[in-house]
């Protein structure tokens, strides 16, 4: 059993970029009635404490939601993010993805967690419950594969694994691919470090343990399937070269929908001097298959 925990990182600058892309995609599937499927394959706990004894050893919050709660922001996008975290961040919690789209999703909607660790399953079904949501203890991979297609033709799949281990981005890649094959119409939001001293993307994932230059390789992989489109978004809160370890991340959305490219890159020209850690801060918006 892998030993990730994401109680050690909720709330960081990653989490930002992947919540308000999250936010914002499934507020797109809601601008119409019928219902859709939300599935979440590593959902986590749902909810996170932030005076709990791993999120104060990391203290990553700091640098994430932190910097945000209490500022003003002219972005509807940012506002309605804030309006809806800033409410745990008064009992020193933060809502993971399962507890943010259980906020959002209508009583058509359904909602789909998977989760694989032993205690994160635990505290998941003690955080999440309630009508069209279903709770799964299974490896992330094998459930999507398995899921799907739901019944619901519209739908979203977040996928944003702990990448614990180099292997996992190649992983990421063969199942998005064949996912896509059995539900070509769902999102597919993937979320991805960005990690300091890269070195040189090895397309077999295989010279080495490193995780440095795994998620521009898993890029390509993504890149190299004919996706109806395919949209990178990332977060750079400083240089690579001024960090040690994990200085942004990224979205890789699939079957990105109409106008949610301007959306995201309006919300990131607000987000990013408030995030940033230093002068070198940057976001990008691109698009790596267009239609």
Not at 82 to 107: N, T
């Amino acid at each position: 059993m892998l030993s990730y925990r994401h109680s050690f990182h909720a709330g960081n600058h990653g989490d930002v970029l992947k919540h308000i892309s999250q936010m914002l995609l499934i507020d797109k599937l809601k601008s119409k009635n019928k219902g859709f499927c939300y599935i979440d394959t590593h959902s986590g706990a749902g909810i996170y404490q932030l005076d709990s004894d791993e999120a104060l050893k990391t203290k990553e919050f700091q640098q994430g939601i932190d910097c945000l709660v209490g500022k003003s922001t002219q972005n509807q996008t940012v506002s309605d993010y804030l309006s809806l975290v800033s409410s745990y961040r008064k009992f020193m919690q933060y809502p993971g993805s399962p507890e943010i789209a259980k906020s959002m999703l209508r009583p058509q909607d359904k909602l789909v967690l998977i989760e694989l660790h032993n205690q994160e399953i635990q505290n998941l079904r003690s955080n999440m419950g309630g009508k069209n949501i279903a709770i799964h203890h299974r490896d992330g991979y094998e459930g999507l594969l398995a899921l799907t297609p739901p019944e619901m033709q519209r739908g979203i799949v977040l996928i944003d694994p702990s990448y614990e281990v180099a292997s996992e981005y190649q992983q990421v890649v063969d199942t998005v691919i064949s996912a896509y094959k059995k539900w070509n119409s769902a999102i597919y939001a993937i979320w991805y470090p960005l990690i300091a001293d890269r070195a040189a993307a090895d397309p077999s994932f295989s010279s080495s343990n490193s995780k440095q230059g795994k998620s521009e390789s898993m890029l390509e992989g993504l890149q190299q399937h004919p996706f109806k489109n395919l949209l990178k978004v990332e977060l750079r809160v400083t240089k690579g070269e001024q960090a040690a370890g994990m200085y942004g991340s990224g979205m890789a959305i699939i079957n990105a929908p109409w106008q949610f490219d301007h959306r995201v890159q309006e919300a990131l020209v607000e987000l990013t001097p408030l995030m940033a850690q230093n002068d070198s801060a940057s976001f990008s918006v691109d698009w790596l298959i267009a239609e």
